[in-house]
């Protein structure tokens, strides 16, 4: 069983040890904290509802005799419920923060790997890298790319070289970095003896021993002072230049990386000089090995983004701001790759992937399906116990980083300045992410379906345009969705929302938000809370979602579905069946088995629940016949297969074998019937199946 330390901190919290049922410390990191280190001799995992001494309780275990038989955790009650408005209403709350915290451990995930042996390469004017080069020399192993000529040292410590870059890839311990020789002197060759400055008539040389080729009148006076080093070639047949390198540290105003998340061991400070100062002193924190998690899974049988040499899906690739993931074909089959070191855990990638392929995996689904039923499920109870005025939580899905210290800073400005700022309501639940960017629709219906009213995302102005678009893009088809069982609130107010900061330390637009929250109140919950666990496979989690909608639907779906907006998840086919020829080049294109043909007769099939809406079937079709239709049947339409077109067989004229559509054979006779090959009696051999063909074309022979 665990152990809960929870203290009011100094008597500034209401906090009920009655109704928590629980021991109340008033100084547990001070006069109390003697009992905390009886604990740690004990053998039950330890939870401490404090943050802010997490340094101290943490040494404290750390000195400790006998080893901890769990890691010990933590939990945040005070700046989350204890300092706000309504502390006093926040029992419920406390009880499913503490039963968050009690939520096993996420199972480990696989590691990412670096090695870096501290080889930086400086990039950037030389007047500001060679300084920065000279501070670091001593720790790293330095090279320099001056991008504009400065005075360059007379000894030669390190490597310098010059021009410009021409490209840039990597991460840490593995960047390639090339670069193209514009002036004629090469310093990987100069000995800085000076021989060309004196010879040049023009002056055109400088202590930065490149030449001024707007001076230059082309006497190659310095090419002969320099034949016996070789550093001077006016026509260099090969300007290419490249290197390995295991840092980068990027001094240029326009970075060579612009994506808004660059690769560890990449730092871009600019010309800032602080900002030069906090890069240098991270670069020295990046020699030796390094790991980090692997924070996705990808299943290529799924994936959706291309056959037969056509594209289909892309999103995953769209919304990637690390450029980790790149299309891959092979044999006209189209799937991603992803490369686990650029990977930064945003987890876009799989909030927009429609399959399911790419999914996240710190931690996975699943276990924030744990997490979101200890909350509900923990509140829903103490409301109960307590007869409190029905209610059901609103969940509020922030970042473990700059969402947490912006809501965490609001607690305590709320706490100091209640009068104007507003804390987390009572009924407002958190849940922090690796990265907001990763929780998609599966997660917040499925958070709906356990019993939350609501799902407010609180964006803190530092995500990627791509990550707010996916988002916003999700959130209207989750609420497409709610609305077509008529299970949102109306028009004005959806279940599903966004809250957005303009950065992490916007306080007032998120506190205006919560103010508004806090006025309206808790809002009723869709129904019985569901009994179903969320799955890791994304199309599995949403079908037990939509079947527990249908349950609790206040309106009937339209025999035709109802319409959602794209890009959309769910959908079905629309079809010409006067183009359609039936050749079934749209079912060899499905990745998913959405279409699927007949053996026995020419029979096209669709089964709505398998598709995915990726439009290969559409690119693929000769005929132009398919169109995708984002929309939503009910769960018994969607799992039933359905006729799209159907003909019948055309029997070879020699043979009477079946061997295609009378509609395919008549557009043939249309178009090929005028060709010579096939003039007079010939003609008939279009009649034909492929064997009868051939032994009709020998008889002329």
Excluded at 498 to 509: G, K, P, W
Excluded at 644 to 655: D, F, M, Q, R
Aim: with cysteine; net charge negative.
């Amino acid at each position: 069983m665990t152990k809960l330390f929870v203290c009011d901190c100094n008597r500034t919290m209401p906090l009920d040890a009655k109704a928590l049922g629980l021991a109340v410390h008033t100084s547990l990191c001070r006069q109390e904290v003697g009992q905390f280190l009886t604990a740690l001799g004990e053998p039950e995992p330890i939870i401490v509802a404090c943050t802010q001494e997490r340094a101290l309780f943490s040494e404290l275990a750390e000195q400790s005799a006998k080893p901890l038989g769990a890691p010990l955790r933590f939990v945040n009650i005070r700046e989350l419920a204890g300092w706000t408005q309504e502390a006093k209403k926040s029992t419920p709350k406390i009880l499913a923060l503490l039963a968050l915290a009690e939520v096993p451990q996420a199972d480990p995930v696989p590691v990412v790997n670096f090695e870096s042996q501290g080889r930086l390469l400086i990039i950037g004017p030389a007047h500001q890298a060679l300084p920065w080069a000279e501070k670091l020399g001593a720790a790293l192993d330095i090279s320099v790319l001056a991008t504009e000529a400065g005075a360059l040292p007379l000894n030669r410590d390190f490597p310098i070289y010059s021009g410009v870059v021409s490209s840039l890839a990597g991460f840490l311990g593995q960047f390639t970095v090339e670069w193209n020789l514009i002036n004629p002197i090469d310093p990987e060759m100069c000995t800085r003896c000076g021989a060309c400055v004196t010879a040049c008539p023009e002056d055109a040389i400088d202590a930065s021993f490149q030449i001024n080729l707007a001076r230059c009148q082309s006497h190659r006076a310095c090419v002969t002072a320099c034949a016996g080093i070789g550093a001077i070639q006016f026509d260099r047949p090969d300007t290419l230049r490249s290197g390995e390198f295991d840092l980068i540290m990027d001094l240029r105003a326009n970075t060579g990386m612009p994506m808004s998340q660059t690769p560890q061991g990449y730092l871009a400070p600019g010309v800032d000089p602080f900002e030069q100062a906090l890069a240098a002193s991270k670069l020295l924190g990046l020699v030796g090995e390094f790991e980090k998690p692997k924070y996705f899974v990808y299943n290529e049988k799924i994936c959706a983004h291309g056959r037969n040499g056509l594209t289909g899906c892309s999103a995953c690739i769209d919304v990637c701001s690390t450029a980790a993931i790149q299309s891959v074909f092979k044999n006209g089959q189209g799937q991603v790759a992803v490369n686990p070191n650029l990977c930064m855990g945003c987890g876009a990638c799989s909030t927009v992937c429609p399959s399911g392929a790419m999914r996240y995996n710190y931690p996975s689904v699943s276990h924030q399906g744990l997490q979101l039923k200890a909350l509900s499920k923990t509140y829903a109870n103490e409301i109960a116990r307590t007869n409190l005025a029905a209610s059901a939580p609103t969940l509020l899905l922030h970042s473990h980083t700059e969402g947490l210290q912006l809501i965490e800073s609001l607690g305590r400005a709320a706490h100091l300045q209640a009068k104007n700022y507003e804390g987390l309501p009572s009924f407002v639940l958190p849940l922090g992410l690796e990265n907001i960017a990763s929780t998609g629709i599966e997660l917040w219906l499925g958070a709906l379906s356990f019993g939350f009213a609501e799902v407010k995302l609180l964006l803190t102005g530092n995500e990627d345009p791509a990550y707010r678009q996916a988002l916003a893009q999700q959130v209207a088809l989750g609420n497409a969705v709610l609305q077509a069982y008529g299970l949102n609130l109306n028009s004005s107010e959806t279940r599903i929302s966004m809250i957005e900061a303009h950065s992490d330390d916007d306080l007032e637009t998120v506190s205006k938000a919560l103010g508004i929250l806090r006025k309206r109140g808790a809002l009723p919950t869709l129904g019985a809370p569901a009994s179903f666990g969320l799955a890791n496979q994304k199309r599995e989690t949403l079908e037990a979602v939509l079947t527990y909608f249908e349950k609790q639907a206040k309106t009937s779906l339209p025999t035709e579905g109802a319409v959602l907006p794209t890009p959309s998840l769910f959908g079905g086919l629309a079809i010409d069946q006067a183009a359609c020829t039936l050749c079934m080049s749209c079912v060899g294109s499905c990745p998913e088995g959405a279409l699927l043909d007949n053996p026995d007769e020419p029979k096209l099939s669709f089964l709505e629940k398998q598709c995915v809406q990726c439009g290969l079937c559409v690119q693929t079709c000769p005929e132009n016949a398919l169109q995708l239709v984002p929309r939503l049947l009910s769960v018994e339409q969607r799992k039933q297969k359905v006729i799209l077109n159907e003909t019948l067989p055309y029997h070879c004229i020699s043979c009477g074998k079946a061997f295609g559509t009378l509609k395919m054979v008549e557009l043939m006779l249309g178009r090929l019937g005028t060709h010579e090959a096939f003039s007079g009696a010939a003609q008939n051999r279009l009649k034909m199946c492929s064997d009868c063909r051939v032994v009709d074309m020998m008889k002329d022979v």
